[in-house]
């Protein structure tokens, strides 16, 4: 009965003068930490691997993906406006999560089953359904757990125990994020399933599986839950009183002194002005989503990147998907660094002593990470093979042969060489304006018998890569590709003498069988491949380094296997991103979590939530611009792409500068001693730290 007390009036025994009563740590929370869990796997498991699945599997092009993947992002950081107000003016937050929650747990099954190849169903269109009511699902859930969490303890008597459930529960996240992102790029890649080389449909369906038992975890909890009835949404109420406002103004002939102030009669002077106060910090949000546009292209930008570049370190091979995990583990050494040493050893030079000089840091900082990305580019591009282009073509000729050819192409190529056993030309750059017959001879200089003299004829076109190779039968022609694959991974293409083997390259349980000259293979892990002849070893072995696109001649009769690199392998290295990672890593120390630090502190007590909600729209807002970028399609290189952002982050900082330059601090105090951690505060700390699984000491009550 006194634990009944306290929990209906926690002020009583203060007002009393008398001891408080020490509440047991609520058990519920343990559910919802447990559903974290589950969730934060779901969510950064799919995004890890999402570019790659679309590039790989539903074959999009590198902008498109982009554009793809971070309309994803955006509609993630946009509902949470929506799963707010259901939340607190229609179901509550128990009701929101749970309803929302089948709703992402059906999008992670449909994504699921989309990536399923025999099921026959249309993969793209079901895979952007899918991605949609995953976005609905966790952008309606977002402001909703933590604050859920916070609903279980009693203020300001379980301060302590609450800071405690919030290591608990970011730890979770910390758990969930690092977990994921290093577990589904294996599944993906490591284990093969429906007859390919790769397996998305694990790597979508373990994530998949763990939100659905999030989903019973959490309902198993809801007899210990402590349910808050629905009581308004604060920027339900906002809303309401800039439309009277604007109304007020438009139909009024009386002048105010601020537009707000035609609707002080029906909504009162304390909000009007708590309005007022918001709409100075709102005009500091308008550069914010430019940042945001540089930092979320780690899951696009930069994973593109790293498929162009060469992971392996010796004993393991780093895949491109797996570098995600870097940020959230320099997040977690790089808070306490900044908090302890860099902040304090500034502020002794007079330097970044407020949170606005620190956002400006980490904006240009932001910059700098992206001119190097440009500079790496730029070497990534540099390996780039040669294509052929409008009004040139390519031609190589392959000789699996015994015999030595002389070979003469006619007009209006007017080629003679020579081609020797076992040997290849090639000649880029080819004058070629129109699609036509060139006729080729094939003249044997061997003195060996059986070789005979051919005089074909083949189809040629300008801007395409012509291969030719020389088999028992005769020449014969095959449409050639000389660019990287788009996963990375090697190509293979078998120009086997007597065109009726099956040649067989095999790893541990990886094997790649060629049988067509026609077709060009990807070999789904790089390394050292032991060479098969119609099932039996012929003892000859082949490495395959990634990104490189290679041609093996075969000759069964002669037992001669001749590998040639026609595509040379990524040379530069992908730890050379780690720079980069470091850089973008403190300008999230300095510009985000700050920001966050800054709207909290700025804002009114009763626009806390409706300002940390603005600072969500600001990442939707940054997404939308990388979208609207990346749909225009300015540059076809990359590097180019990132000197693009790099240079509206310079330019958007020094708008932001000066907009800081002229912003004066207020000092809000709070009413209520434990507002610092209510429940008006927690949905936007849950977001942040939800987003890249960190702890900030900034929000944890002591």
């Not at 092009?61 to 955006?74: C, E, P, R, T």
């Not at 044997?444 to 890569?465: D, M, R, V």
């Not at 804002?603 to 225009?632: D, R, Y």
Request: hydrophobic share 45%.
């Amino acid at each position: 009965m006194n634990e009944e007390r306290i929990q209906e009036n926690p002020n009583e025994d203060l007002d009393n003068e008398q001891p408080i009563k020490k509440l047991p740590y609520p058990k519920s929370v343990f559910f919802i930490v447990s559903n974290e869990f589950c969730e934060r796997f779901n969510y950064y498991g799919m995004r890890t691997v999402l570019v790659i699945y679309l590039t790989n599997i539903l074959l999009y092009s590198d902008a498109d993906a982009k554009v793809i993947y971070h309309s994803f992002n955006m509609f993630c950081y946009f509902f949470p406006i929506f799963g707010a107000i259901v939340s607190d003016s229609f179901l509550g937050k128990f009701n929101t999560i749970f309803y929302v929650s089948m709703v992402y747990a059906c999008g992670s099954v449909l994504l699921t089953l989309a990536s399923i190849d025999p099921l026959g169903i249309p993969q793209k269109e079901f895979s952007i359904i899918a991605l949609l009511l995953m976005a609905i699902g966790s952008g309606g859930i977002k402001p909703c757990v933590s604050a859920f969490g916070g609903d279980q303890f009693v203020l300001p008597q379980q301060d302590l125990q609450l800071a405690a459930f919030f290591s608990l529960f970011y730890f979770s996240i910390n758990a969930g994020s690092l977990i994921s992102t290093f577990v589904t790029p294996l599944l993906r890649n490591d284990v093969q399933c429906f007859h390919n080389d790769s397996c998305f449909p694990l790597a979508f369906a373990v994530p998949g599986v763990l939100m659905i038992i999030s989903i019973v975890v959490f309902a198993f909890g809801k007899p210990l839950y402590k349910i808050k009835k629905p009581q308004g949404n604060v920027v339900v109420q906002v809303a309401k009183c800039v439309a009277c406002a604007i109304g007020g103004k438009v139909k009024s002939k009386e002048k105010r002194a601020h537009w707000l102030d035609y609707a002080e009669g029906k909504f009162g002077s304390q909000l009007i002005d708590d309005i007022k106060a918001t709409l100075h910090v709102l005009v500091l949000y308008l550069p914010l989503p430019i940042f945001w546009a540089l930092y979320d292209q780690q899951g696009s930008g930069w994973t593109l990147q790293a498929v162009r570049m060469n992971g392996d370190i010796g004993f393991y091979t780093i895949l491109p998907d797996q570098m995600q995990v870097v940020n959230p583990l320099l997040i977690l050494s790089f808070i306490p660094l900044f908090t302890y040493w860099v902040y304090p050893l500034l502020a002794k030079v007079n330097l970044l002593k407020t949170s606005l000089q620190r956002m400006v840091c980490g904006g240009f900082l932001a910059a700098v990470a992206f001119a190097v990305s440009a500079v790496v580019s730029m070497s990534i591009e540099n390996g780039d093979p040669v294509l052929p282009t409008s009004g040139n073509m390519q031609l190589r000729l392959y000789n699996p042969s015994h015999c030595a050819y002389k070979m003469m192409a006619l007009e209006p190529l007017n080629l003679t060489f020579d081609i020797g056993s076992y040997d290849y030309k090639e000649f880029k750059g080819i004058d070629f304006d129109e699609a036509r017959d060139v006729k080729f001879d094939f003249v044997a200089t061997s003195e060996i018998a059986g070789c005979p003299s051919f005089h074909p004829s083949f189809h040629l076109k300008p801007a395409e890569a012509h291969g030719i190779v020389i088999l028992k039968n005769g020449p014969a022609y095959y449409k050639d590709n000389v660019t990287k694959s788009e996963t990375g991974y090697p190509f293979v293409r078998t120009l086997d003498f007597t065109s009726n083997n099956v040649i067989t390259y095999k790893k541990g349980s990886r094997s790649v069988s060629s049988r067509d000259y026609n077709i060009q293979y990807e070999v789904s892990a790089p390394g050292k491949y032991s060479i098969e002849l119609n099932g039996a070893s012929t003892g000859e072995s082949v490495e395959f380094k990634l990104g490189g696109t290679y041609v093996m001649m075969v000759n069964s009769e002669t037992k001669k296997f001749v590998s040639t690199v026609l595509t040379e392998p990524n040379s530069v290295h992908i730890l050379w991103l780690l720079p980069q990672y470091f850089i973008i890593t403190a300008a999230e120390i300095m510009f985000s979590i700050t920001g966050l630090e800054f709207s909290y502190s700025q804002a009114p007590v009763t626009m806390k939530s409706l300002l940390q909600a603005c600072f969500l729209l600001t990442t939707a807002f940054g997404n939308l611009i990388i979208v609207i970028i990346e749909s225009a399609k300015i540059f076809d290189k990359q590097s180019n792409d990132f000197f693009l952002y790099t240079g509206l982050m310079v330019v958007d900082m020094l708008i932001f500068t000066f907009l800081a330059s002229r912003y004066k601090y207020v000092r809000n105090e709070d009413s209520n001693v434990s507002e610092g951690v209510s429940e008006e505060t927690l949905p936007e700390i849950e977001e942040k730290l939800g987003r890249n699984g960190i702890d900030n000491p900034t929000f944890v009550k002591n």
